[in-house]
């Protein structure tokens, strides 16, 4: 079971029927990280050079052919970031930042045999967003990214790849919080279901012995 599979309880999870205010019990006070503004830009970058990192299996036979590069996480790393608030637009700022997007980069050696090494494809964002008035917990602008290559060449001489890649990235500007909420109680968690591919099913549900043919009205 999970909260999702048929688990019926006022304590879980899930869509809300009747009056929402019913079965509120207390206000909490929880840990937060609240996004007081957020942007997200697609970029396509064509030709783009990753260098290419930490091969696993170590020393793999060059010439490599290139595979695929994924995203390994989804955490943009930012650097030389700068923050310039706008006279002509109170509450709002000039955000410029690099974004670097570590990714997974798959191959083929000369011999055949798959390896996998880390890279990375680097962003650099100019935006405006709006950013709090100046308090003890100061903000923070973080970054959440993904890139995808799906093309790709080796260039030997110095062992990079050049690919085609669908970048996007997240900024936002974030502060964490103590923040109230409306609470139904803890959640009611439900005992887990084993998976099983329940290769009998169909099977256990045959009869013991077969239905007798009919033969006429002799037999019922």
Known sequence: MSFYSNFQSSQCPGQITGNAANGLCEKVCIQAQKIFDACIKQIQLENYTITITDPTPAQPTYPLTFVSARSATSAGQITSLTVDRLA??????????????????????????????????????????????????????????????????????????????????????????????????????????????????????????????SCGKCCK
């Open 88 to 213: 002509d637009k109170p509450g709002c700022a000039r955000v410029q930042a690099t974004v670097a997007v570590p990714v997974e980069v798959a191959y083929t050696d000369v011999n055949g045999a798959d390896g996998v090494a880390q890279g990375v494809v680097t962003v650099n964002e100019d935006v405006i967003l709006s950013v709090p008035a100046p308090s003890i917990m100061p903000y923070r602008i973080t970054a959440e990214a993904s890139a995808v290559c799906a093309e790709g060449t080796l260039n030997e001489t110095d062992q990079t790849f050049t690919v085609n890649a669908c970048v996007t990235v997240i900024l936002k500007v974030a502060v964490d919080v103590q923040i109230l909420l409306p609470s139904y109680g803890y959640c009611a968690i439900p005992p887990a279901q084993n998976y099983s591919q329940e290769v009998c099913a169909g099977f256990f549900e045959l009869p013991l012995y077969p239905k007798s043919n």
